[in-house]
């Protein structure tokens, strides 16, 4: 425990001192679309939180989302799966980390990311009698806020496959026994040990409805439910492809690699998956495949999936080469979104000010998001250490920072 302390104190101290040192790496203006100077005077300002392999940093832009800073490194050298703000309270923010010495945990600020300190519980399964096989965390992998009615509480997700809850804005986190220790556990992920990161619970929602109403997804897995606080769950797959998987329409074992419930309808889902796009409008319990409507060229195989706040039938994706080799890179070394607006029965691809050839980076699944300005602005962090951004909704890209290491999440702040 003293290494554990000393170590903190050590990474603490570079934390903040680099924190109250930002500077001007990066300076980039990015395509406006044709508006008056009221109308942008009602946008909010935008900051970005780039979580990456060797650190985390803060990519600041001016109050028209046309100039752009970069800080100086927050745990340089650390890897930094997920960096989240809390909506509710923008003062909270929370880090899910794999450090050298501390190996996975969380940090936690609350003065919005000025000091930091690490969790004195981070997630971890319960101690086995040494008869038993038990589970370690090896990665806290994913993070999002509670419903808005529980102040403090925060979800982490985990590989080995696992579900943890705070109540006190990360400080201690405790399992949520009712899914990590379901008796359907061990058969859920058996399928699933083929990923390279191993198996991770990810893309944790919350209907904003019901508190009690949540979703998780499991690559691999599937995406599983719950209606009653995470007590009970049940697999949510039907109709997606488990092409690695010798049963036709399994029930479980899927690889999703993100799934989204839009701010604009929490009755449609939709999922980025390992075998395709997927759309879901309950109360129905079957997937559709909306990739099928993608270019054949491209294919429907990639990581993220963005909807837009305020209209549930638009959605941009990234596609990536889903070859049998699975190279992970852009198609033909040609990155590009694609974006529906009729809810995937149609897609047009936008890759205006994009490389034309020969760029051969993908884009992690916490590695795109967009603000909720208008027009909308969305922004994508890229393997090879670059971020982009358009403030017109896709119709022309520009690079905001390159150089950074590999880019594993992206998340917004916006202030009035």
């Excluded at 040494?130 to 090896?138: K, Y």
Aim: aromatic share 10%.
């Amino acid at each position: 425990m003293a290494t554990r302390s000393s170590s903190s104190k050590r990474s603490n101290a570079a934390t903040q001192k680099s924190a109250r040192g930002s500077r001007t790496i990066a300076r980039k203006r990015i395509p406006t679309a044709r508006k008056s100077a009221a109308s942008h005077s009602k946008n909010r300002s935008v900051t970005l939180l780039v979580g990456t392999r060797k650190g985390a940093f803060f990519l600041r832009a001016d109050s028209r989302r046309q100039r752009w800073q970069i800080s100086p490194p927050l745990f340089l050298g650390h890897i930094i799966h997920h960096m989240l703000c809390d909506p509710r309270d923008p003062s909270v923010m929370l880090i899910a980390a794999k450090t050298g010495h501390l190996g996975p945990t969380v940090f936690r600020s609350l003065d919005g990311g000025k000091t930091w300190k690490e969790a004195s519980k981070p997630p971890a399964f319960p101690k086995v009698g040494e008869a038993e096989q038990g589970r370690a965390v090896e990665v806290v992998f994913w993070l999002t806020p509670g419903h808005s009615t529980e102040p403090g509480r925060w979800y982490a997700g985990t590989s080995p496959p696992g579900l943890f809850r705070t109540d006190d804005n990360g400080d201690t986190w405790h399992p949520v026994e009712g899914f990590n220790d379901h008796p359907m556990y061990s058969e859920w992920i058996k399928n699933g040990g083929g990923t390279p990161g191993g198996q991770i619970v990810h893309s944790i929602r919350i209907d904003p409805r019901n508190a009690d109403h949540m979703y998780i997804a499991i690559s691999s897995g599937g995406v599983f439910e719950s209606k009653d606080n995470g007590k009970n769950w049940c697999p949510l797959n039907r109709g997606c492809a488990a092409d690695f998987l010798p049963d036709e329409d399994p029930e479980y074992g899927h690889d999703p690699h993100c799934f989204i419930i839009p701010d604009a309808n929490p009755d449609r889902l939709y999922q980025q998956n390992h075998c395709g796009i997927y759309r879901l409008d309950r109360p129905s319990e079957r997937w559709i495949r909306i990739g099928r409507n993608m270019p054949q060229s491209v294919g429907d195989i990639g990581f993220p999936i963005v909807a837009h706040p305020r209209d549930a039938d638009r959605v941009w994706v990234f596609p990536m080469d889903g070859t049998t080799v699975w190279p992970r890179t852009s198609p033909d070394g040609k990155p590009a979104a694609f974006m529906t607006r009729d809810g995937g029965e149609t897609w047009q691809q936008q890759s205006r000010g994009l490389p034309k050839c020969d760029a051969y980076f993908t884009v992690k699944r916490q590695s795109m998001c967009s603000d909720q300005n208008e027009p909308l602005g969305l922004y994508f962090g890229t393997t090879s250490g670059e971020v982009w951004g358009t403030i017109n909704e896709g119709k022309s890209w520009s690079c905001l920072v390159r150089y950074l290491p590999e880019i594993y999440s992206l998340s917004v702040i916006e202030q009035k």
